[in-house]
């Protein structure tokens, strides 16, 4: 596999695992206050939506360098 091929099927693996799971949910640790030895932390649970538009773009372009790679050879 070229590169072309292997960048192609990364970006069509990334269009539908973002066009079915509609986003992704993450846990971010926050120090809000440290007063000697004693730290309060926050957990922050964020999202990110990943927009439709953006996930068909990138299976098409996948395809687009999967379809460009095999006729190179």
């Known amino acids: 596999?070229?590169?072309?091929?292997i960048a192609g099927a990364v970006l069509l693996a990334l269009g539908l695992?973002?066009?079915f799971t509609g986003g992704f949910n993450f846990t971010?640790?926050?120090?809000?206050?440290?007063l000697g030895p004693i730290?309060?932390?926050?957990?922050?649970?964020?999202?990110v939506?990943?927009?439709?538009?953006?996930?068909?773009?990138?299976?098409v372009l996948g395809g687009v360098l999967l379809v460009a790679g095999a006729?190179?050879?």
């Open 1 to 5: 596999m070229s590169a072309t091929q």
């Open 17 to 19: 695992a973002g066009f």
């Open 28 to 34: 971010r640790n926050t120090t809000k206050a440290e």
């Open 39 to 47: 730290k309060l932390q926050v957990q922050e649970k964020e999202s």
């Open 49 to 59: 939506n990943v927009p439709q538009w953006l996930s068909i773009g990138a299976m």
């Open 71 to 73: 006729r190179r050879r």
